[in-house]
């Protein structure tokens, strides 16, 4: 059974840093494109970056100049270096990853920027 597990959500004040992690573990035989996802209270979700097998990345308006996202595709894993933080930025965030074909979702992890 495949799962992605997140850790590393937390509460920070305004223009501090936190480190998301999420690492896939199962049977895998390839992960494709790897997401993270936030979504804010009374918001829709919304992709926040993503980075292809190749390392190729991509981010929201939103995030773009503090967020860096990153892969280790010998460990399946993903991270997401969040800094600079708003409030705006508080939210659940999920990770998830096309794993041989399918879309797969961790659990979610609580962010939340004081101001």
């Known amino acids: 059974q495949v799962q992605l597990v997140e850790s590393g959500g937390g509460l920070v004040q305004a223009g501090g840093s936190l480190r998301l992690s999420c690492a896939a573990s199962?049977?895998?035989?390839?992960?494709?494109?790897m997401n993270w996802y936030r979504q804010a209270p009374g918001k829709q979700r919304e992709l926040v970056a993503t980075?292809?097998?190749?390392?190729?990345?991509n981010y929201a308006d939103s995030v773009k100049g503090r967020f860096t996202m990153s892969r280790d595709n010998a460990k399946n894993t993903m991270s997401l270096q969040m800094n600079s933080l708003k409030p705006e930025d508080t939210a659940v965030y999920y990770c998830a990853a096309t794993i041989m074909g399918r879309m797969r979702w961790g659990q979610g992890t609580q962010v939340t920027v004081s101001s």
């Open positions: 980075i292809t097998s190749g390392g190729f990345a």
């Open positions: 199962g049977t895998i035989l390839s992960i494709g494109d």
